[in-house]
């Protein structure tokens, strides 16, 4: 059964950083995309950032880059999502995803999520 825990929201003020992780566990992919969404109160799900796991390929919403980085972590299927400059629209509850193939398009495992509030 795949499981995928969220960590590290919280409440910050605007322009300040916050790191989330995700971990992973209960699978045996060896080709697979994690991913980041946010879902901001009365809005849809949107997408955020993804990596691919064996190439490390990154590709970002444009209403966080340059901002947000997403790193893979040195424990198997553990991603970071590190946010900087934070302001008040990037208020959301932010979800891990777990893609099977490396496209990061089609995600099949979700976490619980995470709050994240940015206060002005």
């Known amino acids: 059964q795949v499981q995928l825990v969220e960590s590290g929201g919280g409440l910050v003020q605007a322009g300040d950083s916050l790191r989330l992780s995700c971990a992973a566990s209960?699978?045996?992919?060896?080709?697979?995309?994690m991913g980041w969404f946010r879902q901001a109160p009365g809005k849809e799900r949107e997408f955020v950032a993804a990596i691919s796991w064996r190439a490390g390929n990154t590709r970002y919403a444009d209403s966080v880059k340059g901002r947000f980085t997403i790193s893979r972590g040195n424990a198997r299927s553990t991603v970071y999502l590190q946010m900087n400059s934070l302001k008040p629209e990037d208020t959301a509850v932010y979800y891990c995803?777990?893609?099977?193939?490396?496209?990061?398009?089609?995600?099949?495992?979700w976490g619980q999520g995470t709050q994240v509030t940015v206060s002005s």
């Open positions: 995803a777990l893609d099977r193939n490396p496209t990061g398009t089609t995600y099949d495992y």
């Open positions: 209960g699978h045996t992919f060896s080709t697979y995309a």
